[in-house]
C-alpha cells in the first residue's frame, strides 16, 4: 500500500522549463520499458509505432481563462475560469483579500462586469453578459501553470496549445500533445498508425499536489469528457487486430479509463474523478505518451500505476541525472503497460 511520501522526489528547479523550444518536436524522449530506459529525440516516435496503431489525442482547447479586474467595491480582483457551464455561466476561482458577494458585481480586464452567484466549495458561479466564448478569447488571458514565471505572451499563445485542438473549454494544455507538429503527425500517418480523438477539459485541479498521507483520504477534482462513437470504433478495431492503442497524454488515458469502468469502452459524455493509483487494473491503454509530472501529483500516481513504481523511480533518476526538461514545457516519456502491476 503505498501513500503521499512515496511519490515525493527532488527536483532542480532549474530543470523546470520555463519556455518551448523553437521547435516542438525538438524535445527529448525517455522510452521506459522492460527492456530499460533509453534516451531518444521525440522525433522518433515515429519509429516507436507500428503500422496499424492507433494514437489517441486529446482535442480540447485551451480558454484565455485568466482575468484581473475589480470588485464594485473597487478592491483587485483575479479570475480563473475553471469551467464553463453554459454560453452566459462559468464556475471559476476569485481571488480576493475579501470573498465577494452573492450579488455583486466584478469588472473584468476593464471590459465588462459578472455577476457573483453562489459559492460552490473552492468555485463561483459567475454570469457573463454575453456569450462566454467571445468574451474569453476577446478579453482573457492564457492561464499558464503556476511554475512558468513569466506572464504569458504571443509565443504562449501560440505554443501551449496542440496543433490538433478544437473544442474549447480547457484551462491547462494537455502538454503530451505538444510535442507533435503537422509534419511529425503526417509522418505517423504515413507509416500507418492510426489517429482518434478524445475530448477532456483539463481543469485547474491538475496542478494540485495532494495533501492527504493516506490516498484513499484525496478528493479527485472533476473534469468532463466525451468519447466519440467513432472512436470506439477505432479502439475496438484496433485491439480485435491485436494492435496498441497509445493515449497521448494522461488526459486521454483518464478519458479512455473513465469510459471503460463496465469493462469494454464505451461512447458518450461524463464527468470524471477517477483517481488511478497503483494496483489500477487498466482496460483500454496499452501504452502511454507522457511528459514528467509534479512531486506528489496524482498525474504521477497514475503513470506509476501503468509501468510500474519502482520503473517509475527509476526513470525520474535518470531523467533528472540526465538533465530533462520537466513539467508542461519539458520533455517526455513512452510507457508500455507493466502487466505485473
Known sequence: MYSLSDFDFDLPQELIAQLPLPERSASRLLH?????????????????????????????????????????????????????????????????SKSPKAGSTIRLADAFDVVVGERAGEFYTLEFPADVFDLIEAHGRLPLPP????????????????????????????????????????RVREKGVQFAYVTLHVGAGTFQPVRTENLAEHKMHSEWYTIPPETVDAVRAVRSAGSKVVAVGTTSMRALESASQSGELVAGSADTNLFITPGYTFKTVDRLITNFHLPKSTLLMLVSAFAGYQQIRAAYAHAIEKRYRFFSYGDAMLLTRNEQC
Open 32 to 96: 521506459v520499458d522492460s527492456g530499460g530506459l533509453v534516451d531518444r529525440s521525440f522525433s522518433e516516435i515515429v519509429d516507436q509505432l507500428s503500422p496499424g496503431d492507433l494514437l489517441v489525442f486529446n482535442n480540447t482547447r485551451v480558454l484565455k481563462a485568466r482575468f484581473f479586474g475589480a470588485k464594485d467595491s473597487g478592491g483587485k480582483v483575479e479570475v480563473l475560469v475553471e469551467r464553463v457551464l453554459d454560453t452566459r455561466h462559468v464556475l471559476a476561482q476569485v481571488r480576493a
Open 147 to 186: 511554475y512558468i514565471e513569466h506572464a504569458a505572451d504571443d509565443f504562449d499563445e501560440k505554443r501551449y496549445q496542440t496543433v490538433y485542438a478544437k473544442e474549447p473549454g480547457a484551462v491547462a494544455a494537455p502538454t503530451a500533445g505538444l510535442h507533435f507538429d503537422q509534419a511529425l503527425l503526417d
